[in-house]
């Protein structure tokens, strides 16, 4: 499942606020839609939209039918997180290390490159 | 110190703080000039150049990253600034784009910058990132591209990691 893809689904408020409830673990559509003060098949529409996005899957527990987080999906979302996050702290460490180099007036301790 | 860095993968935001030990306008220039700018934007490994930077609301900042030879890669971005206000509040959205400065759809990463003073001539620099939204993915061909950029930032990650021991 693409991250892309997954990003598309959670840039909807809705849906996003669906996957905020459904960290707690999953459920079924009639407590989503409830706790979301949504109509249910408002909320069915949605989390339709995130099972094709590969953000939920649908679950049989005893006679239920649980709406729960695919974890795929995150994983994707986080190695494309992970890039510029890795990027971020390097750029912060390059600055920082800038900063340093041209610090003013501290005694310069003939550090080598 | 080391970076803070909070994702929130849902609002498909990367919060980053750090403290450094340089007044405020140190750590503005650092991001406002381009002889300054290139020494530290990286990646680690990478050469920054810079081939414009107009920073005021409008103004365009033109760049290319290159990884160390022998390798040729070349990534282009092209950032317009939208809010600035020296020293503390640095506002652009970043694109990747080509050499000519024509922005690739779909790739604009909004970004804020915060620089707040701290005792002892600290500054804390506070940056916020955001990825692209559904409007900008929907095209088929654009969701495509941002796969592209998750590809070529895993091989940039992975090539720097070249030489380092992490498997």
């Known amino acids: ?113 | 110190m080391k970076a803070r860095v909070t994702k929130n993968r849902a609002r498909r935001e990367l919060l980053v703080e750090q403290v450094v030990r340089a007044s405020r306008e140190r750590v503005w220039d650092s991001w406002t000039r381009p002889e300054r700018i290139s020494r530290w934007w990286g990646p680690m490994g990478c050469t920054t150049t810079v081939y414009a930077m107009d920073v005021r609301p409008g103004g365009v900042w033109h760049y290319c990253i290159r990884p160390a030879p022998p390798a040729t890669d070349e990534w282009w971005c092209r950032a317009v600034y939208e809010e600035v206000t020296r020293p503390s509040l640095l506002v652009y959205t970043d694109a990747f784009s080509d050499a000519r400065g024509t922005v690739k759809p779909g790739t604009g990463m909004p970004t804020r910058v915060e620089f707040a003073e701290r005792p002892s001539g600290r500054t804390k620099i506070t940056i916020v990132t955001r990825f692209p939204t559904v409007k900008d993915l929907d095209a088929a061909e654009e969701r495509g591209m941002v796969q592209g950029f998750i590809e070529m930032f895993e091989r940039l990650a992975s090539d720097l990691a070249g030489g380092a021991r992490d498997g």
């Open chain 1, 1 to 113: 499942m693409s991250a892309a893809r997954a990003l598309a689904a959670l840039s909807e408020p809705t849906r996003f606020r669906i996957v905020e409830v459904l960290r707690g673990g999953p459920r079924p559509v009639g407590d989503i839609a409830r706790r979301l003060r949504l109509r249910q098949p408002q909320a069915s529409k949605h989390l339709r939209v995130l099972s094709e996005a590969g953000v939920v899957e649908r679950r049989a527990v005893a006679q239920q039918r649980l709406y729960g987080l695919r974890e795929d999906a995150f994983r994707d979302l986080d190695s494309w997180l992970r890039t510029f996050e890795r990027i971020w702290c390097e750029r912060m460490e390059g600055l920082e290390r800038t900063l340093e180099e041209e610090r003013p007036r501290k005694r310069k301790a003939g550090r080598s490159k």
